[in-house]
């Protein structure tokens, strides 16, 4: 299983991103895939997952309403959009797979290698 994130960068407050997370070799037990972020010295935390069959998505408090995740499952590609970053929101952004729960980072199998994601005052 291989998931390459990409899309981050240096963005100001206020502004827009658009993460990417390329899935291969899924297997057919995938649940979901969902995004977490970790900022310097703080635990990894769930932002939003989406249901590999079926769509559906789950948004943690901070992200709903500003972050929308989709799936573009011909490409076994899920985006994640960002919109009025916040400083904040200034983390690693990390995409991950997981045959069990949605928002526990423990009950994820596998991680992607992460995206940093930069929010300037």
């Known amino acids: 299983v291989q998931l390459q994130a990409s899309g981050g960068g240096l963005v100001q407050a206020g502004g827009s991103l658009r993460l990417s997370c390329a899935a291969s070799?899924?297997?057919?037990?995938?649940?979901?895939l969902g995004w977490f972020r970790q900022a310097p010295g703080k635990e990894r935390e769930f932002v939003v997952a989406?249901?590999?069959?079926?769509?559906?998505?789950y948004y943690a408090d901070f992200a709903r309403g500003r972050f929308t995740i989709s799936r573009e499952a011909a490409e076994n590609t899920v985006y994640l959009q960002m919109s009025s970053l916040k400083p904040e929101d200034t983390a690693v952004y990390y995409c991950?797979?997981?045959?069990?729960?949605?928002?526990?980072?423990?009950?994820?199998?596998?991680w992607g290698q992460g995206t940093l994601v930069t929010v300037s005052s």
């Open positions: 991950g797979a997981t045959t069990k729960g949605l928002a526990v980072a423990y009950e994820y199998d596998y």
């Open positions: 070799g899924l297997p057919s037990t995938t649940y979901a």
């Open positions: 989406i249901q590999w069959s079926g769509g559906g998505t």
